[in-house]
């Protein structure tokens, strides 16, 4: 089991992209009485309290670099042991701070791109560039880039960026939208349906978020802060998914009676619709092998 904990570095991300539902979290996150920025402090408690195995992510609902001490957090990760992943738009970032982590050996590190129609609202102006153009120079562990399918198709990278990465002979990836299990809708798409039935078991439920309040919500997808597991600052990690909330998340995966989030994800399936898909890959597989002679029609493993 792959654990991670994704570092929302702040509440109320000023990149605002279209497709990201910022009213919900900023709407939900007022509960808790937080701070809106999460304090080194609070990020060295916590990640204090990590077990070894659990991956440093810096994503959740926030633009990471937003936050000035992002750096410190990062480079504080991997002194004392921890893989550190991180996904960013480039704002916020300079290429001074770039130079700082350079030798991290990042487990990934994905670059989201500003498109040609402005979905994503980032800021390509001369700081963008630097940061940019030092993140490629200085050839940043398992970095990738990516835009997302819009409404009308594959978005188009920013001209300048997109000439830069053609420079350097790098292609971006495509990624599609959700509509973050329901929170925020997308033109053309009908809404989730509510998935009935046993559910498979989700790895996003061990990818868990902590706010800057200290409290930790179960998932990327969580933007009405449904699920909140604990807080990792009144309490150790593994108690997170020992306390009354994460449970219940557990008995809604066999029980379709208890509205769980993950019942409205696009990312969830069914164990049956599982089982059906291994079914289909196997067959595909052994007819495959059939058609090369590696196996006798008739036999399987």
């Not at 982590?101 to 700081?127: N, S």
Request: aromatic letters at 8%; one cysteine or more; glycine letters at 8%.
């Amino acid at each position: 089991m792959n654990r991670s904990l994704l570092i929302s570095t702040g509440i109320g991300c000023g990149v605002l992209c279209s497709y990201c539902p910022q009213a919900s979290i900023g709407m939900a996150y007022k509960q808790f009485n937080g701070p809106r920025k999460m304090s080194f402090d609070l990020f060295k408690q916590c990640t204090d309290k990590l077990p070894k195995d659990v991956t440093v992510d810096f994503t959740g609902y926030y633009e990471p670099f937003l936050n000035p001490d992002c750096t410190q957090m990062i480079l504080y990760a991997h002194q004392i042991g921890l893989a550190v992943r991180l996904s960013t738009t480039v704002m916020g970032l300079t290429a001074q701070q770039v130079d700082q982590f350079k030798h991290i050996p990042f487990t990934k590190f994905a670059v989201h791109l500003p498109d040609t129609k402005g979905l994503t609202r980032i800021i390509v102006d001369e700081a963008y560039l630097q940061a940019f153009q030092r993140l490629i120079d200085c050839s940043i562990s398992n970095m990738a880039f990516h835009v997302h399918e819009g409404n009308e198709g594959p978005e188009a990278p920013h001209a300048i960026v997109d000439a830069v990465l053609r420079a350097h002979g790098l292609e971006p990836e495509n990624r599609w939208i959700n509509t973050r299990a329901g929170n925020i809708e997308i033109k053309g798409r009908k809404p989730p349906e509510r998935l009935l039935g046993e559910l498979a078991m989700c790895p996003r439920i061990y990818q868990n978020v902590l706010m800057p309040s200290g409290d930790v919500a179960l998932c990327c997808m969580d933007w009405t802060l449904a699920h909140v597991i604990g807080n990792l600052v009144e309490g150790d990690y593994e108690a997170l998914f020992e306390g009354p909330v994460f449970q219940e998340v557990l008995r809604g995966y066999k029980d379709d009676a208890i509205d769980i989030l993950c019942r409205t994800c696009e990312v969830a399936r069914t164990r049956e619709q599982v089982e059906k898909q291994t079914r289909l890959q196997q067959f595909v597989a052994e007819t495959q092998a059939i058609r090369e002679g590696l196996i006798e029609s008739g036999q399987s493993n």
